[in-house]
């Protein structure tokens, strides 16, 4: 396995429609991968299993988990165990299939082109590439969630990698929460000094990789022979998309999609170029693999409150589903 790239990703079934879209965009995107999913319940485990995805080595949970991570469970919430659960799932892909270096990735993440240029910007001397939040002035949030997003991160089998990923496992299964307490919060925040704690650190320099909601609207975007390029606003130099993370995108009854939390300020190019490629994605996904039951059982769980539909376009992030396909 050598010569493949390895990406690991965990999801439960309420994740099952996003994971099957970043899924599909590395097939679109990159030719020779594994991705690593560990199924974080039955329902997606089993999902997956009856789909017997190409380029995929599915885990289930039971395979997974171990008696560190089980003596923590029931002192975590849903989220806070798969933060936990993080580092541990790229040091399980390490560790079981001597895979020369693994790549998390969020399962809300989708690919607009090969990711292999992100991961190449490591040196032969650097083990982890990293990569920063990038917040956009108006919504900084640092101080509270960290420079560093844990979005897309890879690691060498190598001593150095082994270390900063071993440092970080041990870390989270002490403490992994959904607060912020004396400079912790979840598995974020203990990147914030790695840069000079441990030797052979990447920050990705790429900004086309992490392009999220809380730096989107630094940019411009625009499309040329069905790529997608982004401009840093009053910066002429163009950059290839790599990646976008669909941060807290949220399907609604009534025919509505909430983009992101309502504190981002979503450019028009990115509804248009990002955006409503994504809304593409998922209804081909669901096509594709019959999720309709999942995705009914998804919006009938997230009632939209408001009735003034009319006006919803100019609601905070809010939008008719149908508009984007």
């Known amino acids: ?32 991968f594994t991705l690593h999913i560990i199924a974080f319940d039955d329902k997606c485990y089993n999902k997956l299993k009856k789909l017997k995805l190409d380029k995929v080595n599915l885990i289930s949970l039971e395979e997974f988990e171990d008696d560190e991570l089980l003596n923590v469970k029931k002192d975590r919430n849903k989220g806070e165990y798969c933060w936990t659960s993080t580092a541990k799932a790229i ?49 900084d949030q640092t101080e509270y969630s960290g420079k560093y997003c844990v979005q897309f991160m890879t690691f060498k089998n190598n001593i150095n990698g082994k270390e900063v990923l071993n440092w970080w496992k ?31 650190i990447h920050e990705l320099k790429n900004l086309g990789g992490g392009v999220a909601p809380w730096n989107v609207n630094q940019y411009t975007f625009y499309k040329n022979n069905n790529k997608i390029y982004l401009n840093k606003i009053g910066d ?30 979503i450019p028009d190019t990115a509804i248009t170029y990002i955006y409503k490629r994504y809304v593409q994605y998922m209804e081909y996904i669901i096509n594709k693999y019959n999720l309709y039951e999942d995705i009914n059982i998804w919006r009938n769980t997230k009632r939209f409150r408001d009735n003034n539909l009319d006006n919803l376009k100019h609601t905070k992030n809010f939008y008719h589903y149908s508009l984007f396909i």
């Open 1 to 32: 396995m050598n010569n493949i790239n390895n990406f690991v990703t965990l999801f439960d079934s309420n994740y099952l429609l996003r994971g099957l879209v970043l899924y599909e965009s590395l097939k679109d995107n990159i030719c020779n």
């Open 91 to 139: 040091q399980y892909v390490i560790n079981m299939y001597k895979v020369d270096k693994c790549t998390y990735v969020d399962s809300d993440l989708c690919f607009y082109s090969n990711p292999e240029c992100l991961i190449d910007e490591m040196s032969i001397d650097e083990s982890v590439l990293i990569t920063e939040h990038r917040y956009s002035q108006y919504c």
């Open 170 to 200: 041990n870390r989270c299964i002490e403490w992994c929460y959904g607060r912020l307490e004396d400079g912790k919060m979840g598995d974020q925040k203990y990147l914030d000094d790695w840069c000079s704690r441990f030797k052979g």
């Open 236 to 265: 002429i130099k163009k950059t290839l998309l790599v990646f976008y993370h669909f941060h807290a995108l949220e399907l609604f009854d009534k025919d509505v999609i909430h983009l992101a939390p309502n504190i981002y300020k």
